[in-house]
Every structure is written in structure tokens, then in C-alpha cells.
């Protein structure tokens, strides 16, 4: 299977702690996002990456999150001193069809973090 | 500013009947429209999308949908519901064209439920 993988699948942690997910996108994807999906809501966006450019961020990333695509390839996403409101599922996604606005986004499973 | 409402967060059919899930959207540029489903425990999958063109869009599955400018609408139909079809469903919005958007926004999520 080559889809769009995350790792690690759940993740729970202390508050104060940080954490760092990783996202592998389908391989020929050159566009990669973020999201976070807190329950009964839908996913909302947190970060772009074109290749190994952050093209833009959302004002939901506080200065505690961090994302970081090195040579364009996986992602990571660093929150640093958890807080309970950062508890959510982290969404990974990549694109690499037609334009940005039009390209299918492929979803990984999520990670699921838990902050107690 | 974008935004996407899903009208009723809890949708139940009997098998074999109509599903009918409702989206309205809210767009300053001309708006690229997507339905994504989301099974337990797996990644957001598209269903369909608009961009231009014919306003009435087949997905998989047997669904479709129907972009509706002046209702600012782009409900989900499927003639004819399956036990599988029990799912999440997100309604969401791009940029489109003039904003080179990649940031998609998602609706809140309705919860399809299929009697038997």
C-alpha cells in the first residue's frame, strides 16, 4: 500500500511534554498539509508545505507547534509543552494533481493524541 | 473569508431510501466544492468534487451532487442508501483560482446512520 502514513497512531502524553508526529505522503506527492480534527468537528487546517517550503501556516498554530519538511519528502509536526487543549487527531494529507486549489488530498489515518 | 455549514450534525435513513446531506457553503471568489467520507478509524477518502463545469458532479460510491450558485448550496445525494454507507460525511471549500487556495475548509461533519 502506498498511501499516506502516520506515525505514531495514538500518542499520550503529560502536560508540559512535547511530542512529534511524522507523516510519510505518497510518494510522488509534492504537496503535503496538516490539520487537526477535534471530535465533532471537522479537520482544520493547520500548515502547508510545497516540496520543502512551508507556503503558509494557520493562526490556530500557536508558537508551541513547529512543522518542518525536510528535502520535500516526510513531515513532522513538534508541539512543544502539551497542553489538554492540544488533544486532538493530527491529520496528514498530500496532494500532487492539477492545482492546488483542485488537487484530490489524500488523508492519512491520523495520529491521535491524548494529553492528560 | 470561506466557511462551509452542514445543516443537521445526525442524518438516519432506512436502507433503500434517499440520503440527503445538506451544505452550504459561503465564498468571496468562485469556490472549488468537495465531499469527503470517513469510515471508522480511516482517513478522510474524496467522494466528488466540483471545480468548473457541469454542476451536477458523480462521485463513487453512487453518490453526486449539485453546485447551486444562487442557493450557495452543494448538497450530497445517493438514490439509495447501503448499510455501508454509514459513515462521516465533510462538505468543504477552496480557495479557487484568484487565491492560488490551497486551504481547504471542512464543514462540522454529518453523521450518516442506516437502519436496516
Known amino acids: 500500500d502506498t498511501g499516506v502514513s502516520q506515525n505514531p497512531r495514538h500518542k499520550i502524553t503529560k502536560r508540559g511534554q512535547n511530542v512529534t508526529f511524522r507523516c510519510d505522503p505518497i510518494s510522488e506527492h509534492n504537496r503535503l498539509y496538516w490539520y487537526r480534527q477535534t471530535l465533532g468537528q471537522g479537520p482544520e487546517f493547520l500548515t502547508y508545505?510545497?516540496?520543502?517550503?512551508?507556503?503558509?501556516k494557520s493562526r490556530l498554530l500557536s508558537d508551541r507547534f513547529s512543522a518542518e519538511r525536510p528535502k520535500g519528502s516526510f513531515s513532522t509536526l513538534e508541539i512543544q509543552r502539551t497542553e489538554q487543549g492540544d488533544s486532538a487527531m493530527y491529520l496528514c494529507?498530500?496532494?500532487?494533481?492539477?492545482?492546488?486549489?483542485?488537487?484530490?488530498?489524500?488523508f492519512g489515518p491520523g495520529t491521535r493524541l491524548t494529553v492528560l | 473569508a470561506q466557511s462551509v455549514t452542514q445543516l443537521g450534525s445526525h442524518v438516519s435513513v432506512s436502507e433503500g431510501a434517499l440520503v440527503l446531506l445538506r451544505c452550504n457553503y459561503s465564498?468571496?471568489?468562485?469556490?472549488?466544492l468537495f465531499w469527503y467520507v470517513q469510515y471508522p478509524n480511516q482517513g478522510l477518502q474524496l467522494l466528488l468534487k466540483?471545480?468548473?463545469?457541469?454542476?451536477l458532479v458523480k462521485g463513487i460510491n453512487g453518490f453526486e451532487a449539485e453546485f447551486k450558485k444562487s442557493e450557495t448550496s452543494f448538497h450530497l445525494t445517493k438514490p439509495s442508501a447501503h448499510m455501508s454507507d454509514a459513515a462521516e460525511y465533510f462538505c468543504a471549500v477552496s480557495g479557487g483560482r484568484r487565491t492560488g487556495g490551497f486551504k481547504t475548509i471542512f464543514g462540522a461533519g454529518t453523521r450518516l446512520f442506516v437502519k436496516a
Open positions: 466540483y471545480t468548473t463545469g457541469a454542476t
Open positions: 465564498s468571496s471568489v468562485p469556490p472549488y
Open positions: 494529507a498530500s496532494s500532487g494533481e492539477g492545482t492546488p486549489s483542485t488537487d484530490t488530498q489524500y
Open positions: 508545505f510545497q516540496n520543502e517550503a512551508q507556503l503558509e
